[in-house]
C-alpha cells in the first residue's frame, strides 16, 4: 500500500514563507511525476508546481518566481518552499505522484495541507 503524507502547512503573514514536504511511503518501485496542488472551497484543484514524467519542471504562472519545487529521490519526498506568499496562495495544498507499485503505475494523492496568509 502506497501513501503521501504531507507537512509543512500553516497560517503565516503575507511576504512570510513556508516549506512543504510530501514524502511517499509503502512498497514503490518507482515514481515517475511528483509535484503540489492546491484547492481553495468551490473551485476546481489547480497545478502549483510539479516535476513531470519527461523530467521537466512545470510552475503555476501566478507562482514564478516565489515557489520552488525540490525533490530528494533517494527519500521519495518532495519540497515546495513557498515565498514571499500572497493571501490569494491560501489554499489546501495536496501532493499527487505517479507511482509503480506491485506492477502497476497509479495517481496518488496526499491527504492535503492547510496553507493560510494572513494579516
Known amino acids: 500500500q502506497v501513501q503521501l503524507v504531507e507537512s509543512g502547512g500553516g497560517l503565516v503573514q503575507p511576504g512570510g514563507s513556508l516549506r512543504l514536504s510530501c514524502t511517499a511511503s509503502?512498497?514503490?518501485?518507482?515514481?515517475?511525476?511528483m509535484g503540489w496542488y492546491r484547492q481553495v472551497p468551490g473551485k476546481q484543484r489547480e497545478l502549483v508546481a510539479t516535476?513531470?514524467?519527461?523530467?521537466?519542471?512545470v510552475y503555476r504562472d501566478s507562482v514564478k518566481g516565489r515557489f520552488t519545487i525540490s525533490r530528494d529521490n533517494a527519500k521519495n519526498t518532495v519540497y515546495l518552499q513557498m515565498n514571499s506568499l500572497k493571501p490569494e496562495d491560501t489554499a489546501v495544498y495536496y501532493c499527487?505522484?505517479?507511482?509503480?507499485?506491485?506492477?502497476?503505475?497509479?495517481?496518488?494523492w496526499g491527504q492535503g495541507t492547510q496553507v493560510t496568509v494572513s494579516s
Open positions: 516535476f513531470t514524467s519527461g523530467g521537466s519542471i
Open positions: 509503502g512498497s514503490i518501485s518507482n515514481i515517475r511525476a
Open positions: 499527487n505522484a505517479e507511482i509503480l507499485s506491485a506492477g502497476r503505475w497509479n495517481a496518488y
